[in-house]
Every structure is written in C-alpha cells, then in structure tokens.
C-alpha cells in the first residue's frame, strides 16, 4: 500500500534551518509529481512547494527563495530544504502524491519556528 512518512521536523529560532525528508513506497515514486502541504492551526492546508517527475518545481509565494523541494529517486525520497525559518512557518508539514485520482497524505511532522 501506498505509505509516506515524513521525518524531520523539530523546534528551531527564527532565522534557523531544517531538511524535512519523506520516504515514500507502495508506487512507482520517480514517475510521480510529489508535494509538500503544511497546516498551520486554525487554518487551511496550503502548497508549500510542488516538484514533478521530471523535477520541475513551483513554490508558494510565501516561500520563495528560502524554501527548496529536491527529490531522490533512488532512495524514494522527498526532501524540502528550509532556510530563515520565520514564525510562520510553524506548522505540520505533510507530503503528498496523488495516485489514480486519489490523494495519499503522510501523518506530517510538526515545525516550529520560535521568535
């Protein structure tokens, strides 16, 4: 079955740094477009940052510049790069694929960005 487990995630000030990393099986993970959601509470899921098979990548506004998606194929993995995490920031982050039509989600890994 299709799984995605995000790792990563942690407490860091603003200004700081984290690689969160999703580790995807069940599917065929390089010929899928694969993305990054984060949840902050109270509000909606939002696009962080999408990358395509052939590893083409759109980012949110709000993230430009210090956000980065890579991906490895060989090891089935995601990766989003944070640099100058500001507060909000803060949120779950989840990986996604969507499969025939459905959305595969991980369980998220929680980030927080302290001022």
């Known amino acids: 079955q299709v799984q995605l487990v995000e790792s990563g995630g942690g407490l860091v000030q603003t200004g700081g740094s984290l690689r969160l990393s999703c580790a995807a099986s069940g599917f065929i993970f390089s010929i899928k477009a694969m993305g990054w959601y984060r949840q902050a509470p109270g509000k909606q899921r939002e696009l962080v940052a999408r990358i395509t098979s052939g590893g083409s990548t759109n980012y949110a506004d709000s993230v430009k510049v210090r956000f980065t998606i890579s991906r490895d194929n060989a090891k089935n993995t995601l990766y989003l790069r944070m640099n100058s995490l500001k507060p909000e920031d803060t949120a779950v982050y989840y990986c996604?694929?969507?499969?025939?039509?459905?959305?595969?989600w991980g369980q998220g890994t929680q980030v927080t960005v302290s001022s």
């Open positions: 996604q694929t969507s499969i025939r039509g459905d959305n595969y």
